[in-house]
């Protein structure tokens, strides 16, 4: 093995979507035929080689590879471990069909199941581990993105999960089965793949273990201690750099230090608390400590006085100390710089990915050289970022401001007015992003289409979401959403306190790219947001339909949120505004209202012990925006690809009178949840996977349906797919539709 320095200077990840989102183009060209594999591949290659040399103009001296995928870097680890269901290899499709196949299903068989990334808003599939599952270690893609880059004249450092990390985000593929046993087996194929890195010259390695910034019994931290030592006893290998990121690491920090591995990553953004553990550890003779000192979590800029105090804390520390990100750059947009119609005096306060380079760089030579070229301070924001009206209803409220009437008493009341029937069919809110609507959108930014016509591009478009459900028997209607370009940008863009980017995309799964509005000051409303079109969508049927807003968690969780006050504090704002929103909508007539709140799990803590704190405040929130409506008044709530059973005395606690709740990838395991506690309101467990093109059988959403109500009464289950239909398309959407409404027919019949 030879022993390389690592560099003073690096990066855990970068946005692999492209600055005008490139590989979302190309990979959905390929899904719909339009280009090749190998059209594909080019595109690939070339935007992988345009991060690299990105980062070496940037003068940073450690650049990862491997970073890039197609799809999600977790399914690209449970390929390069042989970790590939049987029942998608005995499909005979090609690797790159199978993969994707993996990810999005096919007519014969569903895709993996999909939930969140640790506490952000990207998606990862989880691993499918049973007895049965083969590991075999296959470098194949590590080693062509290296020597990619080696023909740049780069050496880089291949990014895979770490074993243990893996396995702790799996699911079994046997009930009853843990994955976590497989681990010396999968240890033993990631052998083989430092091997394999070592005969291609492969100098350092980076294998991420962010699982253990999350509460781990004993025998999970003996286990990590474990592997590594395992790995670090290899004679043919490259040095091993174990990243963590998104929180402390507690009592893994010691176990990480007792093994051979090179150099140890921390997060001293989110883990401060890393910090502090490290200096009691004693000497770290030999260690590389990369030190997390720029956020790669949130848009802010740096304070880079503060960070050059904790980064010589770690220099006097270790033997060598390399500046990095807190986490990879893959959670903020691309180039600050192409956004020219920022307010200058928020620009000047932001960083994306870019610039955090630069950053980590600048971190880097102070530590190094002395801080005298460090900028200065930014001056105090604005006062018009200030609300005091805001902050008075704020210190006015009281308790009763968030309480509802007893359940019972809302039931009776909602059923007298709304007269449906057992199992109640309805969709979560939005209907496809037609090429119509998107030419239209796209005429009014260009100023070749005003806003009268383009409001009646979306009133035609209503219309005829709302007759398409009405011809499929739909009992309670949505509008389809067709002003909106995100659930979340939507809003932004009419409170105050927030900005919207123009070219600040992150991705959240797959192809799928959002664009988080910025938080920067209070947050009030200006004037009715949904009102207008959900009247509108009223109007035209005797059938209610649902007035959709987001929740004020999921608000927070899907934008980048100023860190200059109590995230509580900025929740009960945003709540603030829903809350008159909620008024006028039931004010104009509209008698269900739904509120999402898909982010509830995900913004969770890491740790339990500051789980409590955070869902007080978040359960306070949505109580506040929600529980100024009659009644007679339904409210529903929406969640989804998340581990909600870990959250479901939470659900219980925001008392929405019908929770839909994602279920079809994650085989309806939220029954047994709601079950587990008595769970005595409305519940909709999606039994359509809408972020799949595969369409279900009748048959197949009887089954679901069936199992559904052998764990929920009829007269409390609702019939929905597990999220909106933005991204499917309207053949997709009706064929399944009619397949849904006739399953809840025939469920309701017998």
């Known amino acids: 093995m030879t022993t390389t320095p690592f560099g003073q200077s690096t990066v855990l990840g970068y946005p692999r979507i492209g600055g005008n989102r490139e590989l979302k183009k190309a990979v959905e060209a390929h899904w719909a035929g339009r280009i090749d594999a190998a059209e594909l591949e080019r595109t690939a290659a070339r935007l992988r080689s345009e991060v690299w040399l990105t980062l070496r103009n940037a003068d940073l001296d450690a650049i990862p590879s491997n970073t890039f995928s197609y799809y999600d870097h977790v399914l690209d680890t449970a390929v390069a471990v042989g970790a590939v269901p049987e029942r998608f290899r005995r499909l005979g499709l090609s690797d790159l069909d199978t993969y994707f196949a993996m990810a999005r299903g096919v007519d014969t068989e569903p895709a993996l199941e999909l939930t969140k990334w640790f506490d952000t808003n990207y998606h990862y599939l989880v691993p499918e581990i049973g007895p049965e599952t083969v590991f075999a270690a296959d470098p194949a893609k590590a080693l062509q993105e290296y020597a990619e880059a080696r023909a740049l004249d780069l050496r880089t450092r291949p990014v895979l999960v770490g074993p243990a990390t893996f396995l702790l985000l799996a699911k079994p593929s046997t009930p009853g089965y843990d994955p976590f046993d497989r681990l010396d087996d999968l240890v033993g194929a990631y052998a083989d793949l430092l091997g394999a890195l070592a005969d291609a010259g492969v100098e350092w390695v980076q294998l991420d273990e962010p699982a253990y910034v999350a509460d781990r019994v004993p025998a999970e931290i003996d286990a990590l201690r474990e592997t590594y030592a395992r790995l670090g006893a290899l004679d043919r290998r490259p040095q091993i750099f174990v990243a963590t990121y998104f929180g402390d690491l507690g009592d893994a920090l010691p176990a990480l230090l007792d093994t051979p591995v090179e150099a140890l990553g921390l997060d001293l953004v989110a883990g401060p608390g890393n910090l502090r553990r490290l200096a009691g550890s004693g000497p770290l003779r030999g260690r590389t400590i990369v030190a997390g000192l720029v956020d790669g979590h949130n848009v802010w800029r740096t304070d880079l006085t503060a960070a050059v105090t904790a980064g010589a804390v770690a220099y006097g520390l270790a033997d060598h100390l390399a500046v990095s990100t807190s986490c990879s750059l893959l959670h903020v947009p691309v180039d600050l710089s192409v956004e020219t119609y920022l307010d200058?005096?928020?620009?000047?306060?932001?960083?994306?990915?870019?610039?955090?380079?630069?950053?980590?760089?600048?971190?880097?030579?102070?530590?190094?050289?002395?801080?005298?070229?460090?900028?200065?301070?930014?001056?105090?924001?604005?006062?018009?970022?200030?609300?005091?009206?805001?902050?008075?209803?704020?210190?006015?409220?009281?308790?009763?401001?968030?309480?509802?009437?007893?359940?019972?008493?809302?039931?009776?009341?909602?059923?007298?007015?709304?007269?449906?029937?057992?199992?109640?069919?309805?969709?979560?809110?939005?209907?496809?992003?037609?090429?119509?609507?998107?030419?239209?959108?796209?005429?009014?930014?260009?100023?070749?289409?005003?806003?009268?016509?383009?409001?009646?591009?979306?009133?035609?478009?209503?219309?005829?979401?709302?007759?398409?459900?009405?011809?499929?028997?739909?009992?309670?209607?949505?509008?389809?959403?067709?002003?909106?370009?995100?659930?979340?940008?939507?809003?932004?863009?009419?409170?105050?306190?927030?900005?919207?980017?123009?070219?600040?995309?992150v991705q959240s799964y797959g192809s799928r790219c959002v664009r988080p509005p910025i938080i920067h000051g209070d947050v009030a409303r200006r004037a009715p947001m949904t009102v207008a079109w959900s009247t509108y969508a009223q109007s035209l049927t005797p059938k209610p339909v649902k007035g959709m807003l987001t929740g004020p968690v999921t608000i927070l969780a899907w934008s980048f949120v100023r860190t200059d006050q109590p995230l509580a504090d900025t929740a009960d704002q945003v709540a603030l505004a829903?809350?008159?929103?909620?008024?006028?909508?039931?004010?104009?007539?509209?008698?269900?209202?739904?509120?999402?709140?898909?982010?509830?799990?995900?913004?969770?803590?890491?740790?339990?012990?500051?789980?409590?704190?955070?869902?007080?405040?978040?359960?306070?929130?949505?109580?506040?925006?929600?529980?100024?409506?009659?009644?007679?008044?339904?409210?529903?709530?929406?969640?989804?690809?998340?581990?909600?059973?870990?959250?479901?005395?939470?659900?219980d606690a925001l008392d929405a009178d019908v929770t839909s709740i994602e279920a079809s990838r994650s085989k309806m395991e939220i029954l047994q949840d709601l079950q587990s506690i008595g769970y005595a309101r409305g519940v909709g467990p999606g039994i359509w996977d809408i972020h799949s093109p595969r369409i279900p059988t009748q048959t197949e959403l009887v089954t679901a349906l069936r199992h559904a109500v052998s764990a929920v009464p009829a007269q409390r289950l609702w019939v929905n797919p597990d999220c909106g239909l933005k991204t499917r398309t309207y053949p997709e959407v009706q064929s399944t539709l009619k397949h849904l409404t006739a399953a809840a027919t025939e469920v309701r019949n017998h």
């Open 578 to 651: 829903l809350r008159d929103e909620c008024h006028d909508l039931e004010a104009a007539g509209i008698s269900v209202i739904q509120v999402d709140e898909p982010a509830l799990r995900e913004t969770l803590p890491l740790r339990r012990a500051d789980q409590k704190a955070y869902l007080d405040w978040a359960i306070d929130a949505f109580r506040l925006a929600t529980s100024g409506i009659a009644d007679h008044t339904q409210l529903h709530t929406h969640l989804c690809y998340s581990e909600f059973g870990e959250v479901i005395t939470a659900i």
């Open 344 to 505: 200058p005096a928020l620009r000047e306060r932001l960083a994306f990915a870019r610039q955090k380079v630069d950053e980590v760089v600048l971190l880097s030579r102070a530590l190094r050289d002395g801080t005298a070229h460090l900028p200065r301070p930014l001056p105090a924001p604005p006062a018009t970022w200030h609300n005091t009206e805001v902050r008075a209803r704020l210190a006015a409220l009281s308790p009763t401001d968030r309480r509802r009437s007893d359940y019972p008493l809302r039931a009776a009341a909602q059923q007298e007015r709304l007269q449906l029937p057992a199992l109640p069919t309805t969709t979560i809110g939005s209907f496809p992003q037609t090429d119509a609507l998107r030419r239209a959108r796209a005429a009014l930014r260009a100023g070749t289409l005003d806003a009268p016509g383009y409001d009646q591009v979306i009133r035609d478009e209503i219309a005829r979401v709302i007759r398409f459900q009405e011809e499929l028997g739909l009992d309670v209607l949505v509008h389809g959403e067709p002003e909106r370009n995100d659930m979340v940008q939507y809003f932004g863009e009419q409170l105050d306190g927030f900005a919207a980017t123009d070219h600040g995309w």
